[in-house]
């Protein structure tokens, strides 16, 4: 706002009008996505909301998500490789959802030349394990109970686009 009132204060160019509407637009885009966020964990934490449950290829789920960021990954220079098969019973919107949010974080803390690795595991008890596993720089031990928190952030400056809210790993946590 304080942008936009810079720029009516007098008379401007073109192009100094067009620089205050494009950050005005990104600024906006930041704050949708923010209550987006902020509703979703409402939601999600809501009992009385339906999950739309049913058996679905958490393979071709994987996929499709890893389609979705793969432009982002080669931009980043950063490596993403599935392994396993498994069908599972979940809300498969919620899935790609969490899954998102976790490809996400792990491009955002992983550097150039590194790797991410999404995979599905048979546990001992019958149930698969969905993994998310990265080289990137990683989380100091004194912040691992606080992570999934809302808002909480280990620390903005270590991330190469530090425009995140600290809610991704509040919504894994609240479709978990």
């Known amino acids: 706002m304080g942008e936009v009132d810079v720029a009516l204060s007098r008379s401007r160019t073109a192009a100094e009008y067009r620089s205050v509407l494009e950050s005005s637009l990104e600024e906006c885009g930041r704050l949708s ?6 509703l979703f964990v409402a939601r999600a934490e809501n009992t009385e909301v339906k999950i739309q449950a049913a058996w679905f290829d958490a393979t071709t789920e994987i996929k499709a998500v890893l389609d979705f960021y793969e432009a982002v990954s080669q931009e980043e220079g950063v490596g993403i490789e599935s392994q396993g098969q498994a069908t599972l019973y979940g809300d498969v919107i919620l899935f790609r959802r969490a899954l998102s949010n976790l490809l996400g974080n792990a491009l955002r803390y992983t550097s150039r030349g590194g790797k991410i ?4 595991e048979p546990t001992s008890d019958h149930a698969i394990d969905v993994r998310v596993a990265d080289n990137g720089i990683g989380i100091a031990l004194e912040h691992l109970p606080r992570i999934f928190d809302r808002f909480y952030r280990v620390d903005p400056s270590r991330s190469r686009n530090p425009e995140g809210t600290g809610l991704g790993l509040a919504i894994v946590k609240s479709i978990m």
């Open 117 to 120: 690795r999404i995979s599905l």
């Open 33 to 38: 996505r923010l209550i987006d966020s902020l």
